[in-house]
């Protein structure tokens, strides 16, 4: 066939490992696990290793790349004979369906034993080949050829939307010392510090004194209040990206 081998030998070797190359943080040995950067040298070696680690991750590319060149050459000069053949006895093929068809139009396919040719007629049709312009026309004379695709405008949608952070637990201290805890994942709407309130632990008529959320979670709601179906809420937050360079 052909002495040109795309894939090297090489690619079969093993690479090397060490602790800085195993892939989670469950992989590593014990001290790796527990090393935390704890000043700007350590953050300088750690990003070394990076800055190292992404030049290797260039070079495998690049190989790859080049691999992927020798295969695509060695693809293309395999297939070239039984491509060439498939289209000259294809087109053989074709010719004489089209006479068959031709000779007896009922005759609109050819059935031999390894596969048949099929053969179809197509009408003459309208193509649309400049849809810019042709929709600028539809516009005015063929409305009903127009289709309308719906879909949502993110910003307008958020103007009617409000987020917010819906508190589902609780501790409340009342004047009569006791503390208990509320919870509600439909969200607490616990009354104003001071409201008058039984307490459900001593059963004393109390004041509401102090509340410490222990829980909560984003909602989205629209103007009303009511849940949106379909929206949820991403909480954003801080967050840090390495950029080597
Ligand atoms: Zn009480």
């Known amino acids: 066939m052909t002495d040109l081998s795309p ?28 090393w935390r950067i704890d000043g700007t040298g350590s953050a300088a ?8 680690a992404e030049a290797q991750l260039e070079a495998l590319t690049a ?15 395999e297939s070239a004979q039984p491509r060439a053949t498939v289209a000259f006895f294809g087109a053989h093929l074709e010719r004489f369906a089209l006479d068959a068809r031709e000779a007896d139009p009922r005759k609109k396919s050819v059935t031999l ?19 810019e312009e042709a929709l600028a026309w539809a516009l005015n004379h063929a409305p009903e050829a127009i289709r309308t695709v719906e879909k949502l405008r993110l910003e307008a949608l958020r103007q009617r939307l409000t987020v917010r952070e819906m508190e589902t637990l609780a501790w409340v201290t009342n004047s009569c010392g006791c503390k208990v ?6 969200g ?10 039984e307490c459900s ?33 991403d909480p954003g937050g801080i967050t840090a990206r390495v950029v080597t360079g």
């Open 181 to 186: 805890s509320v919870r509600d994942d439909e």
């Open 45 to 52: 070696w750690a990003m070394a290793h990076v800055v190292s």
């Open 188 to 197: 607490l709407d616990i009354p104003p510090v001071g409201t008058e309130t």
């Open 113 to 131: 034993p390894g596969g048949k040719v099929q053969t179809r007629e197509a009408k003459p049709r309208a193509v649309v080949t400049d849809e």
């Open 201 to 233: 632990e001593c059963g004393a008529e109390a004041l509401i004194g102090m509340v410490e959320v222990l829980h909560s979670r984003w909602v989205v709601t629209d103007a009303e209040g009511g849940f949106v179906p379909g929206v949820d809420v």
């Open 63 to 77: 190989q790859a790349v080049e691999w992927y060149a020798r295969i695509d050459a060695w693809l293309a000069h």
């Open 7 to 34: 894939i090297p030998p090489t690619l079969l070797a093993p690479t090397d490992t060490g602790w800085v190359e195993a892939l989670t943080e469950d992989e590593l040995p014990e001290p790796a696990q527990r």
